[in-house]
């Protein structure tokens, strides 16, 4: 069963950053496209960044655009989300997961941005 483990969370000022992984098992990692979501405290799901298979597309939500930086490495079976100049609204429970053709979720990593 392919799984996704996110990790790379944790507690940090505004105007900090983190890396977050995502690791993921099976054999198809580098055929999809893939994608990082969050999910803030009463607040639904959203989408934060995506990348192709082959890395040559990325997109990113508004909010994030010009801050964060998503890339993958195939080889390793791993995505990154580098997290830069980090604002409170940033707070969330940040995912991992296939662009279409969801799998289950994973647990998430917690990114909390607070001074």
């Known amino acids: 069963q392919v799984q996704l483990v996110e990790s790379g969370g944790g507690l940090v000022q505004p105007g900090g950053s983190l890396r977050l992984s995502c690791a993921a098992s099976?054999?198809?990692?580098?055929?999809?496209?893939m994608g990082w979501f969050r999910q803030a405290p009463g607040k639904e799901r959203e989408f934060v960044a995506s990348i192709s298979s082959t890395s040559i597309t990325t997109s990113y939500a508004n909010s994030v655009k010009g801050r964060f930086t998503i890339s993958r490495d195939n080889a390793k079976n791993t995505m990154y989300l580098q997290m830069n100049s980090l604002k409170p609204e940033d707070t969330a429970v940040y995912y991992c997961?296939?662009?279409?053709?969801?799998?289950?979720w994973g647990q998430g990593t917690q990114v909390t941005v607070s001074s």
């Open positions: 099976g054999r198809t990692f580098s055929s999809y496209a």
């Open positions: 997961n296939r662009m279409v053709g969801r799998m289950s």
